[in-house]
Nanobody, 114 residues
Framework: QVQLIESGGGLVQAGGSLRLSCAAS????????MAWVRQTPGKEREFVAS????????YYKDSVKGRFTIYRDNAKSTVYLQMNSLKPEDTAVYYC???????WGQGTQVTVSS
């Protein structure tokens, strides 16, 4: 059984920064492709960013390119999302996910005020 625990959300003004963390249990973390997704009320979850376990290739939603950075520390079984130049439209609950599985964290709220 894999557990994912997110942290780092909060309230920030537009233009500010936050770093989200997702700590994973399990001994094969380095093999997982990990993703951050987000959800706002009444909408489906949307992809934000992902990082492969093998070569650490990264992929981003167009609207966050150049502002968000996903990276991982396999020794700590943790994936991060550094979010800079935040905008009100980034407000959402952010979840980490093991790609291709139904393993999600509990989510962390990010609120960006204008």
């Amino acid at each position: 059984q894999v557990q994912l625990i997110e942290s780092g959300g909060g309230l920030v003004q537009a233009g500010g920064s936050l770093r989200l963390s997702c700590a994973a249990s399990g001994r094969t973390f380095s093999a997982y492709e990990m993703a951050w997704v987000r959800q706002t009320p009444g909408k489906e979850r949307e992809f934000v960013a992902s990082i492969r376990g093998s070569d650490r290739s990264t992929y981003y939603k167009d609207s966050v390119k150049g502002r968000f950075t996903i990276y991982r520390d396999n020794a700590k079984s943790t994936v991060y999302l550094q979010m800079n130049s935040l905008k009100p439209e980034d407000t959402a609950v952010y979840y980490c996910q093991i790609c291709g599985t139904t393993y999600w964290g509990q989510g962390t709220q990010v609120t960006v005020s204008s």
